[in-house]
């Protein structure tokens, strides 16, 4: 079945670096638009980062622009997030998930589907 | 401040209905699709509603979803225990310093 397996989370101090990863299974992942979505405890979603099927496009919300680099390697079928410059307001749940929508030269979609289990950043000293 | 507004809460009772409002502007809802998510607790967020009305299979035709211009709705008739939950529209926004997607603030839904 369509699964997709986040892992890389954990507690890291503020100012230092952590990579996400997301292993997709059940479905052909280099033709699928990928997201990283996020939540803070007792918040709500916040949406990170996309990158396009083949990896041309990318794009980043505000609060990560120039601190975080959303990736693909579509031979190991492995979507990443790496994550500099840490803050403690990095601190969340991090999912990722397939666009169920298609793609064009401007824009994917909000269709998230399936989402991952999601896996745990803890910023703290 | 999240860019679509929703109300932070909803309620009803065993067999009623209820309606979710999901407001934005020009540059996301009024010229994208809406997509809707339900979050039970400590768990993932699931599709619920995708390109504005469409149900996913597995998806109870008691949900329903509509937009008109920037706003959209989701509707649950027939309430059941098992609908409270957390609940979020998204779309699309072509915003001119970045383009991404926008999610609404999410709306409790407690069945009373």
């Known amino acids: 079945q369509v699964q997709l397996v986040e892992s890389g989370g954990g507690v890291v101090q503020p100012g230092r670096s952590l990579r996400l990863s997301c292993a997709a299974s059940g479905f052909t992942f280099s033709t699928y638009g990928m997201h990283w979505v996020r939540q803070a405890p007792g918040k709500g979603l916040e949406w990170v980062a996309v990158i396009w099927y083949d990896g041309t496009n990318k794009y980043y919300a505000d609060s990560v622009k120039g601190r975080f680099t959303i990736s693909r390697d579509n031979s190991k079928n492995t979507l990443y997030l790496q994550m500099n410059s840490l803050r403690a307001e990095d601190t969340a749940v991090y999912y990722c998930?397939?666009?169920?929508?298609?793609?064009?030269?401007?824009?994917?979609?909000?269709?998230?589907?399936?989402w991952g289990q999601g896996t745990l950043v803890t910023v703290s000293s | 401040q999240s860019v679509l507004t929703q109300p932070p809460s909803a309620s009803g009772t065993p067999g009623q209905r209820v309606t979710i409002s999901c407001s934005g502007s020009s540059s996301n809802i009024g010229s994208h699709y809406v997509y809707w998510y339900q979050q039970l607790p400590g768990t993932a967020p699931k599709l619920l509603i995708y390109?504005?009305?469409q149900r996913p299979s597995g998806v109870p035709d008691r949900f329903s979803g509509s937009k008109s211009g920037t706003s959209a709705s989701l509707a649950i008739s027939g309430l059941r225990s098992e609908d409270e939950a957390d609940y979020y529209c998204?779309?699309?926004?072509?915003?001119?310093?970045?383009?991404?997607?926008?999610f609404g603030g999410g709306t409790k839904l407690t069945v009373l």
């Open positions: 998204a779309a699309w926004d072509d915003n001119l310093s970045g383009p991404g997607v926008v």
């Open positions: 998930a397939r666009d169920g929508g298609y793609c064009t030269s401007t824009s994917c979609s909000g269709w998230f589907d399936p």
């Open positions: 390109r504005n009305n």
